[in-house]
C-alpha cells in the first residue's frame, strides 16, 4: 500500500531568536536549515540597515541544537546592482565545494517589496562571501598588470518576473537535489489578464554537474496552487524511506488560526496536501523552514529541525523552532483541523552587551561616484545582533584595482576612468563597495541627463491562451549621470511598436494582451533615439 508522510511535533519547541526589549522592531525569518556529519547550519532572513531592507544571518549548532553559535551576516545586496534593495528568504544546498544559496531581491523598492525576482550565489564557506551569478558565470574576475581580483560580482536573475512589475513577482526558492538533478521550487504571484489574483509554487530543474548550472534551467510549470495569499511558500525536501518530495508550508499566516501544512509528490512535479499540524505550533505563525542534509534530504535518524517566525506585531517576530520527527502512514489525509495551536505572545529577550559584531557596513549607499582627481574617506558601521552601531575607525583596504584609484590610509583618490570593487576590512570582518570613476564632464544627478543605453530585460515572453498570464515588457535604461533604472511605463518616455495585432495588443505601460489566436508577434520597444526588438510567443 501507498504510504504518506505524517509529521510530529513532539513538543513546544524553542525560540532560537526574539528581538531585544529595547528594539522597536526586528525578526528572523524564512530560515534554511542543513544537518549533516552532526553539524546544524541555519540561514536566516535579518533586517538590512534601514537603506537596504534584508541581510542573511546564520548560526550554528555542534551538539544537536542544543547551543547555537553567535549570529553574523553571511550575505548582504550588492550596491547598485539589480539586488542592491534586499537579499530575502534564503534557500542553501551543498554540492561538491560549493554551498549554493538562492534569495529574493527587488528593483522595485518604492512600491513596497514588488517587482521580485530569484538570484543565486555561491561559496566554499557557509558564511560567504557568496559570488553571485551574474548572467554568464560567477562574480567578476579581472586581471590588470599581472594582478587577480575576485570580486562577488553584479547579480543576474535565474529567475525573473516577466508579469505586471506592480504585483510581488517571483521568488522564495527552495533547492533539492536528487540523482543529479537541481529541484527549484519558487513562488509566482500576479494577477492575470481578467483581473484575478494568482499565487503558485512553480518548479524548474537545473544541471547541478555543470558548474555553470543556472545556465540550464529548465521550466516545469506549477507544481501546487497556493490556496491564498495566506498559503505561504513551500520549502521542500526528498524523504528517502519514502521515496517522495516533501513541501512544508504555513497556512494562514499571519493569523491566529495560523498553522503549518506539508505536501508530498512522487515526482517533485506536481504536489498534493497530506497534514496539517496545529499542535505546538505558535499562532501566527509564517516563512517556514524545514531541515535537511546538504542536498536537502531527510531519512529517519536523521537530526531534523524546522522554523518558522511568528509574532502578532508587525515587523517584530520571534523565530521558533521545533525539533521533529516523522512517521509512515497508511492514510491519505491526517488533519488536526478540530485542534488548536498556542496562542503565544512574544517574550522579547533582555538586553545585553553583546561584544561580537554581526556586520561592517559602509554609510550608505555603499557606493561611490567620484570625478578623476577627487578624493573621498567612507564611512564604515559596525551593527550587532541588535542592529545598534558603532563607527568603525581604522579600516584596512584591499582587492581593489590600483589602475582606476589610490589609497592611503582612509583617503581614495580617483585615478583614470573605470570602476573598481573594495574589501573594505577590521577584526574579520569585510564587506565589498564599489567606486566609479568618470571624467569631469560627467553631472552627478543630472536633471537632464541623457539616455546613453537601452536594453531587453528578457528577449523572448512566452503567453499562454489558457493560462491568461499578463506579460510586461521592460527595458534596462543607462544615463549619462551614471544611473540605471528599469523602465516601462509611458511616463518613463518609452514607448511600444506592435508588428502583429493580430497576434497580441500591448499597451503604454507594456503590458502584453493575446488576441485570442496562438502565434508569434514582434515588439519594438523604443525611447529617445534607441530601439530594441522582442518576441511574444502566444502558445494554446
Request: hydrophobic share 35%; proline share 4%.
Amino acid at each position: 500500500m501507498d504510504k504518506h508522510f505524517k509529521l510530529i511535533l513532539p513538543d513546544e519547541g524553542f525560540d532560537i531568536y526574539m528581538p531585544r526589549d529595547t528594539q522597536t522592531w526586528g525578526y528572523r525569518y524564512g530560515a534554511s536549515i542543513m544537518c549533516h556529519d552532526g553539524i546544524a547550519e541555519a540561514w536566516f532572513a535579518s533586517p538590512g540597515d534601514e537603506f537596504e531592507a534584508d541581510w542573511f544571518t546564520y548560526r550554528r549548532s555542534e551538539d544537536g541544537g542544543n547551543t547555537w553559535s553567535y549570529e553574523r551576516v553571511v550575505m548582504a545586496p550588492t550596491p547598485d546592482s539589480l539586488d542592491w534593495f534586499s537579499v530575502c528568504d534564503p534557500a542553501v544546498i551543498k554540492y561538491g565545494e560549493y554551498y549554493y544559496i538562492g534569495y529574493t531581491s527587488t528593483l522595485f523598492a518604492d512600491g513596497g517589496g514588488v517587482g521580485n525576482n530569484g538570484f543565486v550565489g555561491r561559496s566554499k564557506s557557509p558564511t560567504g562571501p557568496f559570488e553571485k551569478w551574474t548572467g554568464n558565470g560567477w562574480g567578476e574576475h579581472r586581471t590588470v598588470g599581472g594582478k587577480t581580483y575576485n570580486w562577488i560580482g553584479k547579480p543576474a536573475p535565474i529567475i525573473y518576473f516577466d508579469e505586471n512589475w506592480r504585483n510581488w513577482g517571483a521568488g522564495e526558492f527552495s533547492f533539492v537535489i536528487k540523482d543529479d538533478v537541481l529541484f527549484m521550487y519558487y513562488t509566482w504571484t500576479s494577477t492575470l489578464s481578467d483581473g484575478k489574483y494568482t499565487s503558485t509554487t512553480r518548479v524548474a530543474t537545473a544541471d547541478i554537474t555543470n558548474e555553470n548550472w543556472p545556465a540550464t534551467i529548465k521550466q516545469h510549470g506549477i507544481a501546487s496552487v497556493r490556496t491564498s495569499g495566506l498559503n505561504d511558500s513551500y520549502d521542500v525536501v526528498y524523504c528517502e524511506d519514502l521515496n517522495k518530495f516533501i513541501a512544508l508550508a504555513t497556512d494562514n499566516r499571519f493569523e491566529a488560526e495560523s498553522f503549518l501544512v506539508v505536501y508530498e509528490s512522487d515526482d517533485g512535479m506536481k504536489f498534493n496536501r497530506v497534514n496539517e499540524i496545529k499542535v505546538n505550533t505558535s499562532f501566527m505563525c509564517h516563512n517556514c523552514g524545514f531541515s535537511g542534509d546538504e542536498h536537502h534530504h531527510i531519512k529517519s535518524g536523521d537530526l531534523l529541525f524546522l522554523s518558522y517566525a511568528y509574532g502578532n506585531q508587525w515587523g517584530k517576530w520571534g523565530n521558533r523552532m521545533h525539533k521533529y520527527s516523522f512517521e509512515l502512514i497508511d492514510d491519505e489525509f491526517y488533519s488536526e483541523k478540530d485542534k488548536k495551536n498556542i496562542h503565544r505572545d512574544i517574550k522579547l529577550w533582555p538586553h545585553e552587551q553583546i561584544l561580537d559584531h554581526t556586520y561592517l557596513s559602509m554609510v550608505k549607499p555603499h557606493y561611490l561616484r567620484m570625478h578623476i582627481g577627487d578624493k573621498a574617506s567612507p564611512e564604515f558601521v559596525f551593527f550587532n545582533v541588535c542592529y545598534e552601531r558603532e563607527t568603525a575607525t581604522n579600516v584596512e583596504f584591499s582587492n581593489y584595482d590600483d589602475s582606476i584609484i589610490s589609497i592611503s590610509g582612509n583617503t581614495i583618490t580617483a585615478l583614470k576612468e573605470g570602476y573598481t570593487y573594495i574589501d573594505a576590512s577590521q577584526n574579520g570582518h569585510i564587506c565589498q563597495f564599489l567606486v566609479y570613476v568618470y571624467n569631469q564632464d560627467v553631472v552627478f544627478d543630472d536633471p537632464n541627463k541623457k539616455l546613453l543605453s537601452l536594453s531587453p530585460m528578457q528577449t523572448q515572453y512566452f503567453p499562454t491562451l489558457s493560462g491568461k498570464e499578463l506579460k510586461q515588457i521592460r527595458a534596462l535604461a543607462e544615463y549619462s549621470d551614471g544611473s540605471w533604472k528599469e523602465i516601462c511605463e509611458e511616463h518613463e518616455k518609452i514607448y511600444y511598436i506592435n508588428h502583429n495585432p493580430e497576434v497580441v495588443t500591448v499597451d503604454n505601460n507594456g503590458l502584453v494582451y493575446p488576441t485570442g489566436t496562438a502565434g508569434t508577434a514582434t515588439i519594438s520597444v523604443h525611447s529617445d533615439d534607441l530601439s530594441f526588438d522582442v518576441e511574444i510567443i502566444v502558445k494554446e
